[in-house]
């Protein structure tokens, strides 16, 4: 009995100390300031991510679909491959633009 309240004691001096040396989220908007509606979230960064990655999977699978069709081997991919990344950083670009 004894050492399941120390136990209980030691997690609890435990999670005391794990919240001290977390940052306070609204000191650290503060610090660098940031408003909430102006911080970049995870679901901002994983969505823009994803979107790039989709942009130029369809451009080179268009490119692919094209070159099967006309029979010109790299042609159509390459240019599937600039023109996805070149659109999809326009896209990324800009939502970090809106953010900031």
């Known amino acids: 009995m004894p050492d399941e309240q120390k136990n209980s004691s030691d997690d609890k001096h435990r999670s005391e100390k794990s919240d001290e040396r ?4 609204k000191a650290l ?3 660098y300031g940031l408003e909430k509606s102006e911080s970049i979230s995870l679901q901002t ?17 268009g490119g692919w679909a094209l070159d099967k069709w006309l ?6 991919v390459l240019l599937g491959v600039a023109i996805g990344i070149g659109g999809g950083m326009y896209r990324f670009i800009r939502r970090f633009m809106k953010v900031s």
């Open 22 to 25: 977390r940052p306070d989220e």
């Open 45 to 61: 960064v994983s969505t823009a991510g994803l979107e790039l990655g989709f942009i130029v999977f369809a451009m080179v699978m």
């Open 29 to 31: 908007r503060q610090k």
């Open 71 to 76: 029979k010109t081997e790299p042609v159509f």
